[in-house]
């Protein structure tokens, strides 16, 4: 294996606050593209590509601001083949320590007609564009995009053209997500050969991921000689997005083996920033994506989990650390084993005998057959049960209610608090309020609902409302969850769910009296 320290370095180009805000519907603000732009520069980015200054005065405000503020990261504009637009970008880029103005134009075919400009006509704006570029700034970007559907020879004329009217990288974009790895690979090798002074400048990379092929399509062309990787986090970007910044950063960390190149990314910042991305884009991450989806170091499966208990390399090829995440996440449900059922009731402060996991272990799978996913309260709640048969302390006995548009809304409750039956009377605000207003009434608290969320399961006006509700009472955060037909009845359900479980937490708060030694989970 190469020393790393003589390891080539690759930059890393992000993209996120241009290409990558380009996805319909993914605008940003200003003040949100500038903390973006501090978490990019802060995890080591070398090159941010702030926006494309001439769309419009708020793209110019945002690369200015972002150009001053920035302290270590090159900062770059995108900018047409047209003398205006590499001015105004210039204007933008010009504030920060190290700028850089990014100019393009369509080189294949189908591109070179939109303007409609022959061969030579193109070439000839090449030379002005790039060498006016020059003349303002001495970091200059050129792309020929969709290089990928360029004619092979075609595009090692204007490469030429742009290395001698000044370009210090020339990127080359696979606009459409076309290629595969071995022709981007092939194409990188042939530019190297062919074109006459290829060698004094960087080689980029910039693909989109329309086949799925993004990340392999990057790293292929590293192998071939590119030294620039264009990426955006979350692998946002038009259509299917651009090429994933934290696919490619730990792909080159994990199989630096066979890929030894290096990247000055401090990859335990990735996790912040790619959940700072998805929520200020108002694109959530798919679970299952790689690195960062909610699912990339999550198990359930209990071979998997009972590996991951003896050796988290059986099933992870990197530590979730290594992306700044604080754990691996093993998640119950029926495809758990008795193993991580064990270590997750050790975790939440119950030590079992082998008799008692035995006999937790048939009750945790038959709850694990009717619900999804079961939470820490519902193997709190499975453990008090199995030692307390006495766990329901209250019952919804009846609810009636009665709403409208002539409010106040107003809720007849009868409730059983441990085996004597209550009833009160309560208005509210709406059916619900209502609702709540009475089982407070009978079970004075001082909890505070924190959350209270309701979705249909199914379609239709006869669909069940599942209900989910959590509270806080001095530290103690329990959740209820119901499902009924009336969306009223589900929410009290829901709601006397979790003051079960606060009863539960209140009594847990010592030591359990029982064979369960129960640590501490208040
Ligand atoms: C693959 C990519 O990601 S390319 C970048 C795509 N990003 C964007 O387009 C986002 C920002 N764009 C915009 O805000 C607008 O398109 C603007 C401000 C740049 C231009 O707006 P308009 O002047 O109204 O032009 P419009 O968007 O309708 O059409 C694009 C024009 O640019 C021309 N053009 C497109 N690319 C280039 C280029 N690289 N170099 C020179 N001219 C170009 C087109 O031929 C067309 O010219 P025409 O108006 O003379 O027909
Ligand atoms: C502007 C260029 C580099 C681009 O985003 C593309 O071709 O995909
Ligand atoms: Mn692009």
Redesign the pocket.
């Known amino acids: 294996m190469t020393d790393k320290s003589q390891q080539d370095r690759v930059l890393i180009f992000d993209t996120t606050l241009r290409?990558g805000e380009?996805s319909p519907g993914a605008t940003m603000t200003h003040a949100e593209k500038l903390e973006i732009a501090g978490l990019l520069d802060e995890m080591g980015v070398d090159i941010i590509e702030a926006g494309?200054p001439?769309?419009?005065e708020g793209d110019f405000a945002a690369v200015s601001e972002i150009a001053r503020q920035t302290q270590n990261a090159v900062i770059c504009g995108?900018a047409?083949?047209?003398i205006g637009d590499i001015d105004r970008c210039w204007e933008a880029v010009q504030h920060a320590k190290h700028p850089r103005i990014h100019t393009?134009?369509?080189t294949s075919p189908l591109h070179r007609a939109?303007?409609n400009l022959d061969m030579d006509q193109m070439a000839e704006r090449i030379e002005q564009t790039v060498t006016h570029a020059r003349n303002l700034c001495d970091n200059v970007q050129w792309s020929p995009?969709d290089a990928t559907r360029t004619e092979e020879d075609y595009l090692c004329r204007v490469v030429e053209i742009a290395i001698k009217c000044g370009a210090t990288t020339i990127n080359i974009p696979d606009?459409v997500g076309y290629t595969a790895p071995r022709e981007s690979a092939e194409l990188i090798a042939m530019l190297i050969n062919r074109v006459p002074g290829a060698d004094q400048i960087t080689f980029a990379t910039h693909c989109h991921n329309d086949l799925g092929m993004a990340t392999a399509n990057s790293l292929a062309a590293v192998e071939a000689g590119a030294r620039q990787i264009e990426c955006t986090i979350n692998g946002l970007g038009?259509r299917a997005g651009n090429t994933a910044l934290e696919e490619v950063v730990m792909a080159l960390k994990v199989r630096n083996d066979i890929m030894p190149f290096q990247t000055g990314i401090d990859a335990t910042k990735i996790m912040n920033i790619s959940r700072r991305v998805a929520a200020v884009s108002g694109f959530p991450v798919q679970f299952n994506k790689a690195i960062v989806g909610k699912n990339a170091f999550a198990h359930e499966s209990g071979i998997h989990q009972d590996g991951m208990l003896k050796n988290a390399e059986t099933f992870e090829i990197m530590r979730p650390e290594d992306v700044g995440l604080s754990e691996t996440n093993l998640v119950m449900g029926k495809h758990s084993g008795r193993a991580a059922l064990r270590s997750k009731l050790e975790d939440l402060g119950f030590e079992l005998g082998d008799n008692q996991l035995k006999d937790v272990f048939v009750r945790f799978k038959e709850l694990a057959d009717r619900k999804k996913e079961i939470y820490d309260d519902d193997l709190i709640a499975l453990m008090r049960s199995s030692t307390d048969p006495e766990n329901d302390r209250l019952k919804l006995r009846s609810l009636k209610v009665v709403c409208g548009t002539d409010g106040p809304q107003q809720a007849d409750l009868t409730m059983e608090i441990d085996g004597a039956e209550h009833s009160t009377t309560q208005t509210g605000d709406g059916p619900v309020d209502a609702s709540f207003n009475a089982i407070k009434a009978l079970v004075p608290h001082s909890a505070r609902l924190q959350l209270y969320q309701v979705h249909a399961v199914t379609e239709g006006t006869d669909a069940q409302a599942t209900v989910s509700v959590r509270m806080e009472e001095e530290g103690r955060i329990v959740t209820g969850q119901s499902a009924n037909t009336d969306t009223v009845v589900a929410s009290a359900l829901a709601y006397i769910h979790a003051l079960n479980r606060l009863l539960v937490r209140r009594e847990k708060g010592g030591k359990d009296r029982r064979e369960i030694s129960y640590k501490d989970v208040g």
């Open positions: 290409d380009q494309f001439i769309a419009s995108l047409r083949a047209q393009f134009i369509g939109i303007p995009m606009t038009e």
